[in-house]
């Protein structure tokens, strides 16, 4: 099981970005995915977060620029990025509490990293 992030890159304050995680492998089941971020100096903050029902919930800082997805078909969860401001400047990873084939719990996974730099 992998799950492979993109989306991130350079983008003006006021802009807008679009980060996508999907996952891959033997999947029997997927159940909460999110975004946490680290910027330089700080530490690893969860942004924002969905169940596999579709409940939401984001990080105060983001909350109403920040709008969290998931196409349950394509094992894909995206985060759209409104409205930046450069102390959205960070790294940010996807996780996802996935069943693979053969277990029958949910194991937490990552994905590598992808910078988000909001910059003029």
């Known amino acids: 099981v992998q799950l492979q992030a993109s989306g991130g890159g350079l983008v003006q304050p006021g802009g807008s970005l679009t980060l996508s995680c999907a996952a891959s492998?033997?999947?029997?089941?997927?159940?909460?995915m999110g975004w946490y971020r680290q910027a330089p100096g700080k530490q690893r903050e969860l942004v924002a977060a969905i169940t596999s029902g579709g409940s939401t919930k984001y990080l105060d800082s983001v909350h109403g620029r920040f709008t969290m997805s998931r196409d349950n078909d394509k094992n894909t969860n995206y985060l759209q990025m409104n409205s930046l401001k450069s102390e959205d400047t960070a790294v940010y990873y996807c996780y996802a509490r996935i069943q693979r084939l053969g277990s029958s719990i949910l194991h937490d996974y990552w994905g590598e990293g992808t910078l988000v730099t909001v910059s003029s």
């Open positions: 492998g033997n999947i029997v089941r997927i159940g909460d």
